[in-house]
């Protein structure tokens, strides 16, 4: 039995770390995650978790301390934002490298440079390099399910690296919605207990961990961490099926919309992906032929998969809540169009930069990309591939 | 076809707009409905305009966006008529609810020409009366549940009083007041 409830984004992710109930859990506050270790930390100042809650100083703590905490064998949750993600930076390296597959809830926010407490993507995109599994979420609903898989996929003995669960700040972590939520104890016997096979506190085989690395073994070491991060999308999928059986709900790598047999189509991060299927639904009512493919796993990423999910449409709009500064387009659309780049016939891609800051996001806005891509359609020309979605000139 | 109501709220930042409209949503999802509750952020400073938002539905909902053409308006705080175009958007067979001492006709002046419903509620006397402190929220609830139709009065009203059981577990004094507040705004709102 599902348990019906209506939660925000915020509350849901507390949830699932109150049901798995971590050995440790440093924190330090900011908008818009803020929530979440205010409210495990009412779990544990109540005694409805054993967890060591950590109050620290910073985020560079805060991961510096999850490092130390995962590499004593203590299963280890945080949560952050924006500038709270870019000053861990340092350590995702860290604790990546060092094989520690510590869960962390990132609620998107943008970077401040104007200062902005709204959502973007900017922030988990530029940890997208730092070496950890990113999952992104639509929802309440799958905010809640991506951080209960996403422990399970880390701890894998064949993955062991750390783990991003991202959704959308104040747009799906302050909005309470509709969730179904799965009993403790099928979530607890669904994550397991953590038991690595190397830990700091095992007087029986003692190991050393972040020693100096020479450039005899470096590129080896590297190479490892690379071919765990390989490995994700298998054992993501396992997972996922494991994950079916306990909550009926299915997840992929990636979801699609109506794409089967579209001829045009988004891609899409998070919360605009919900928005994006009203605006499907309506067009496909008036006979348009328009899907949606929307990014779960983001690190390892699926570009064979995504690429045959793809081939067939005549013109994609890949849309990027991050302005990369590459001047030729944000990092979504890098992947997306490299991805593409194998295929005998490409399909035509664009790219929006969109809701950057907050900036509302509504199904009329997402209505004209389609439109733009019937003329791009129509005129067989893809034209500038570096698009702004909606910015007042 | 889904039967979706949404609300806008107008409040000023300390009033309880935000939490009002997490209440309503409370209040519909205990009817079995889906919700979205959410607020509009901005820089957040008590006495500053704020807005909240609710979705309510018979099927799931999945719009990510503010609302822009709602069936209802709420204004927890009528110093804001002077200032927001609260009635942007307003559709025609909607409704705007108002917490003000005057009538329906007297505050029409500040709607721009809306064409639809005008609803008043003095929600500032029925706390005073019922709660004996001004908190708008309770009643104001009560005027909206009352003129929008979205949940029968008499199951709202029975989910509510084991809401405040709840929610004010340890202080059981205030629950009846919020209750008493609920029923004379249902009974007290004009203009429908």
Redesign the interface.
Known sequence: MTIRD?LSGNEAVAIAMKQINPDVMPAFPIT?STEIPQYFSQYVANGEVDTVFIPVESEHSAMSACIGSEGAGARTFTATSSCGLALMHEMLYVASSSRLPITLACVNRALTGPIN??NDHSDSMGSRDAGWIQIYSE?NQEAYDNFIQAVKIAEHKDIMLPAMVCQ?G???S?????IELIEDAKVKAFVGEYEPEDFLLNPNSPIAIGPYDTASFYIEHKRQQAEAMIKVKEIALEVAAEFEKISGRKYGLFETYELEDADTALVIIN??A??A??AIDKLRAEGKKVGLLKIRLFRPFPREEIAEALKHIKAIAVMDKCEGFSAAGGPLFAEVRSALYDLNEKPMTVNYIYGLG?R????TDIESVYSDLDTIVESGKAGDTYRYLGVRE | MSKLTEIRWHGRGGQGAKTASLLLADAAFNTGQYVQGFPEYGPERMGAPITAYNRISDTKIRVHSNIYEPDFVVVVDETLLASIDVTAGLKKSGAIIINTPKTPDEVRKYLNGYEGSICTIDAVSISEKTLGKNFPNTPMLGAVVKVSGIMDPEQFLEDMKASFAHKFATKPQVIEGNVAALKMAMQEVKGI
């Open positions: 209506r818009p407490i709204n929802n959308d104040f747009i799906t302050h909005a309470v919605e509709n919360s605009t919900g928005t299927k009203d907050g509302d996001v509504r199904t």
